[in-house]
């Protein structure tokens, strides 16, 4: 199960309660799939937007990770920030793609 999503959540109050609201989140997944161990990453987000920043959801993200069971974190380092139009191009769609594979293969290899 792979999660690529926050840059929106960094508004308002919901930076504060992403953490938790993805737990449950994933949780429910789970318990709906009856798959409680179903690995999940999720990958942390860019800063999209002029003067956005994205810090908070990012820690709320891998806070999210390191407390859910079967569960890992992508992280930003490394990657390239191609946007067009604010929105992110082929070249960094690749290699989120290719950090949160790896970051399943390191989780599956526990």
Same mark, same amino acid.
């Given at each position: $199960? *792979?999660? *690529? ?12 309660? #992403? %953490?938790?609201?993805?737990?449950? $989140?994933?949780?429910? !997944?789970?318990?709906?799939?009856? &798959?409680?161990?179903?690995? $999940?990453?999720?990958?942390?987000? *860019?800063?999209?937007? !002029? ?13 999210? &990770? ?6 890992? &974190? %992508?992280?930003? !380092?490394?990657?390239?920030?191609? $946007? ?17 594979? %790896?970051? #399943? !293969? ?5």
């Amino acid at each position: $199960f *792979f999660w *690529f999503q926050g840059e929106s959540d960094q508004k308002g109050h919901h930076a504060a309660t #992403y %953490s938790d609201n993805l737990q449950g $989140f994933v949780q429910k !997944v789970r318990v709906d799939l009856s &798959c409680p161990r179903l690995p $999940f990453v999720a990958s942390q987000v *860019f800063d999209g937007a !002029v003067g956005m920043d994205c810090s908070n959801v990012n820690q709320q993200i891998e806070q999210a &990770c390191s407390k859910l069971d079967n569960a890992a &974190c %992508s992280r930003l !380092v490394g990657r390239p920030r191609c $946007f067009k139009d604010g929105h992110m191009g082929g070249e960094g769609l690749l290699k989120v793609g290719a950090d949160m594979a %790896s970051a #399943y !293969v390191r989780l599956s290899d526990q």
